[in-house]
């Protein structure tokens, strides 16, 4: 006897199994992401001095080792990661396994008595984050029609930036509370929310590589691809990113992602210390400036996504790009005593804080620009030679490849901003970033 359960009988399968809740599970499962990822950093030094019972002296090298650490993980692990997934034409188990993985690393890092499982800890989560950004990000191009992938990354970005917030804000007032397994205990209940949510999301049949997505598409992508449908080899390994390199599309995205990461990772490093320096500043006007880096996000970012979907990627970019570069100038000269003009009086702390939230408000602009490219470049590549990139597409391999740039730029940018301000100067570094 045989039998057989209809779609119909699986409880909820209509909303499960819909683009909006995948897409908002996925947007939780970033938000989880960034969340723990950046919910360490104000209660480690606690954990160093204390927990671990390292010399103060050392806090700040173990800070930058972690760091190191975390982006070296990634970077490695990404183009496998992108690889395997696209072999696989479900991607649910690899959603549920990185969920297990950032469980099983709060954990350790939360337990962390001695410095080996603290950088354990750290280095699975490394590979949990990696996991997500790169099969996540694959979901929703899997589910969201082409012109209205703008908007929705847009909101992603608002739900990232959210998260990146969130975390250390949650981990110093529950520490400042109640103490350590208080402040720790909001990084378990997120994972809760993330595990109900992942669990409950059932995979859509996925389409065939080459099936149309948006009536846009692009024929500056490539000149030399051809406008007919012809049926290629598939191109497998390294020949599939030397394939998709040859497309200027997506090697302009992926560098605008990577330029992007160093700009925004490059204001870490140097507005607490520039604003002590320069006004005598404590830590509660930094906190509020990197609230006006981040918080135009919050009205822009679906704004922005929107202006993308309709004239596409390419000009909000360079707009975005070419507006920056002289707030970037600008930035720099409050504090600098070869700037008379913005030094005057309070005219110096006017000028920083409304070049900062200049900054986070155009630099809406540029959100999503390696993910939205990458997607669209393997869309209209499949459109032109179906199968191509092999029966399950090539979104995880394509993003695993966003995913590293704006990882390998968000490492340099606060090294590179560090090492110019202390050699060279605040205002030149400006110049140069």
């Not at 929107?306 to 390419?314: P, S």
Request: aromatic share 12%.
């Amino acid at each position: 006897m045989q039998f057989t359960v209809s779609r119909g009988s699986v409880w909820g399968h209509k909303w499960r199994s819909s683009p909006f809740f995948i897409v908002s599970a996925m947007a939780m499962a970033l938000f989880t992401d960034v969340f723990l990822y950046t919910f360490i950093v104000p209660i480690l030094p606690y954990i160093l001095e204390n927990r671990l019972g390292l010399d103060v002296s050392l806090t700040q090298r173990m800070s930058f080792a972690l760091l190191a650490l975390s982006a070296v993980a990634s970077l490695v692990c990404s183009p496998f990661i992108g690889h395997y997934a696209d072999k696989m034409s479900s991607k649910k188990i690899l959603l549920l396994g990185s969920l297990a993985a950032a469980l099983f690393s709060t954990i350790i890092l939360a337990m962390a008595t001695s410095t080996f499982t603290l950088f354990f800890g750290r280095f699975i989560q490394a590979i949990a984050s990696a996991f997500i950004w790169t099969v996540g990000y694959a979901t929703i191009a899997d589910n969201v029609k082409q012109e209205h992938l703008g908007k929705t990354y847009g909101v992603i970005s608002l739900v990232v930036a959210a998260g990146t917030s969130g975390g250390p804000m949650a981990a110093g007032i529950l520490f400042e509370m109640g103490g350590y397994w208080l402040a720790w205990s909001s990084a378990f209940a997120i994972i809760v929310v993330d595990i109900v949510l992942r669990v409950l999301m059932i995979e859509r049949p996925k389409t065939q590589p080459g099936t149309p997505r948006g009536d846009d598409q692009d024929p500056e992508n490539d000149p030399l691809l051809p406008t007919n449908i012809t049926i290629v080899e598939e191109k497998k390994g390294w020949h599939f990113y030397t394939y998709l390199f040859r497309h200027r599309q997506f090697v302009c995205g992926a560098m605008s992602y990577f330029v992007f990461a160093i700009l925004i990772s490059s204001f870490d490093t140097t507005i607490p210390l520039h604003v002590r320096d320069a006004f005598d500043w404590g830590s509660m006007m930094s906190g509020l400036l990197f609230a006006a880096l981040q918080g135009p996000g919050i009205i822009m970012s679906p704004l922005c996504g929107w202006l993308k979907d309709r004239y596409g990627t390419r000009y909000p970019t360079a707009a975005g790009f070419a507006i920056l570069m002289p707030i970037m100038w600008v930035l720099g000269m409050p504090g600098d005593d070869r700037f008379p003009g913005v030094n005057g009086g309070n005219t110096g702390q006017i000028v920083y804080a409304v070049c900062v939230t200049a900054v986070g408000t155009f630099s809406c602009l540029l959100n999503g620009a390696g993910t939205i490219e990458a997607t669209v470049t393997v869309d209209e590549i499949e459109a032109r030679h179906p199968g191509i990139f092999g029966p399950n597409g090539g979104y995880s391999r394509a993003l695993s490849v966003s995913s590293m740039s704006w990882t390998a730029g968000a490492f340099i940018g606060p090294i590179l901003s560090g090492y110019l301000t202390e050699h060279v100067g605040y205002y030149e570094m400006n110049c140069v970033i």
